[in-house]
């Protein structure tokens, strides 16, 4: 293919850049992991991740905005689960390319 001729979408560049971006942050990774587990509240997020409350609250919003967590409120809580439907597939597909690529790179076997 002659890649003069290859054009990309923008729109849909900027989207996935957007959305590996939302990935990337260490605090948004770690509260989409224990999320995998179960619906939580900021304050069991806060004790399962070591982060401040403001810290969390912050990046639940940015996750909640992109819609890879949503919010349920449950009494005085709001209680946060992960996308099941987009999300949760897609940490399968990279839990499976992490252990057989990236974990033998991290411990110096690849």
């Known amino acids: 293919m002659n890649m003069n ?5 923008p729109i849909k560049f ?3 850049k957007m959305f590996l971006q939302t ?3 260490d605090a948004r990774l770690k509260i989409i992991q224990v999320l995998e587990k179960k619906p939580l509240c900021v304050n069991e997020i806060v004790t ?14 940015v996750l ?15 209680y946060y689960t992960l996308n ?6 897609l940490l399968w597909l990279i839990d499976a ?3 057989q690529y990236c974990c033998k790179i991290v411990e110096g076997k690849r």
Not at 5 to 9: E, F, L
Not at 48 to 61: F, M, R
Not at 64 to 78: A, S
């Open 64 to 78: 909640q905005h992109h819609g890879m967590v949503f919010v349920e409120k449950r009494g005085r809580f709001k």
């Open 23 to 25: 990935l990337a942050a």
């Open 5 to 9: 001729s290859y054009n990309t979408n």
């Open 97 to 99: 390319h992490t252990k």
């Open 14 to 16: 900027k989207a996935y």
């Open 48 to 61: 399962l991740t070591g982060y401040e409350q403001t810290l969390i609250s912050h990046h639940l919003k």
């Open 84 to 89: 099941q439907e987009t999300i949760q597939p």
